[in-house]
């Protein structure tokens, strides 16, 4: 792996893998063979799944079989090898890893963005967002809220200022990033 310009870093065991650091700086993938001193990589495997890990897993193994390879593969792992296996399927499944791995960061770190563009919302701002982003028209907005359109208009532009969004539609789907509803506004 190293020679294809990965780098990588070994553990002995299940219980060494954990006293590491759990937040690499890049895109990680793991490469873990079922029989694993101590605990199984399939346990590892659920471990990570309890603890919400979402690190690609990339199973190798002389001793698989099928039970054992539908049961990692359900658990999300990116490929299951039996040796003896090429080089290059496992490097092609370490890029697959990989590619996961930077998706999802990039998703949180975008999601991260939003919520924190979002928490500069005044609560009427958030109050008009959710109005809006249900369909609601101005005039219904300052109906339903007892103030005058131009106030809601005012509101409005400030809070696609501050989101960041270009239109209504995308306003609509950064609530829904947010997993806002009319019911759970997310006030802070």
Same mark, same amino acid.
């Given at each position: 792996?190293?020679?294809?310009?990965? @780098?990588?870093?070994?553990?002995?065991?299940?219980?060494?893998?954990?006293?590491?650091?759990?937040?690499?700086? #890049?895109?990680?993938? +793991? !490469? !873990?063979? !079922?029989?694993?001193? #101590?605990?199984? =990589?399939?346990?590892?495997?659920?471990?990570?799944?309890?603890?919400?890990?979402?690190?690609?897993?990339?199973?190798?193994?002389?001793?698989?079989?099928?039970?054992?390879?539908?049961?990692?593969?359900?658990? #999300?792992?990116?490929?299951?090898?039996?040796?003896?296996?090429?080089?290059?399927?496992?490097? @092609?499944?370490?890029?697959? =890893?990989?590619?996961?791995? /930077?998706? /999802?960061?990039?998703?949180?770190?975008? +999601?991260?963005?939003?919520?924190?563009?979002?928490?500069?919302?005044?609560?009427?701002?958030?109050?008009? %967002? %959710?109005?809006?982003?249900? #369909?609601?028209? $101005?005039?219904?907005?300052? $109906?339903?809220?007892?103030?005058?359109?131009? &106030?809601?208009? !005012?509101?409005? &532009? $400030?809070?696609?200022?501050?989101?960041?969004?270009?239109?209504?539609?995308?306003?609509?789907? %950064?609530? @829904? %990033? +947010?997993?806002?509803?009319?019911?759970?506004?997310? /006030?802070?």
């Amino acid at each position: 792996m190293r020679t294809v310009g990965l @780098d990588t870093q070994q553990f002995s065991s299940v219980s060494e893998f954990f006293d590491a650091d759990p937040h690499p700086d #890049g895109p990680t993938c +793991l !490469v !873990v063979d !079922v029989r694993l001193p #101590g605990r199984s =990589g399939l346990e590892l495997q659920r471990e990570l799944a309890t603890a919400k890990s979402q690190l690609p897993i990339i199973f190798i193994t002389a001793h698989g079989d099928i039970p054992m390879t539908v049961q990692a593969m359900k658990g #999300g792992a990116v490929e299951f090898l039996t040796k003896p296996f090429r080089d290059q399927d496992l490097l @092609d499944a370490i890029a697959i =890893g990989l590619a996961r791995d /930077r998706s /999802r960061r990039e998703s949180e770190q975008a +999601l991260a963005a939003l919520r924190e563009r979002f928490d500069t919302l005044s609560s009427r701002e958030r109050e008009i %967002m %959710m109005k809006a982003t249900t #369909g609601r028209l $101005n005039k219904q907005i300052a $109906n339903d809220m007892g103030i005058a359109e131009s &106030t809601v208009k !005012v509101h409005r &532009t $400030n809070l696609m200022r501050k989101m960041k969004a270009r239109s209504l539609p995308e306003l609509s789907r %950064m609530a @829904d %990033m +947010l997993k806002l509803t009319p019911e759970n506004p997310q /006030r802070s």
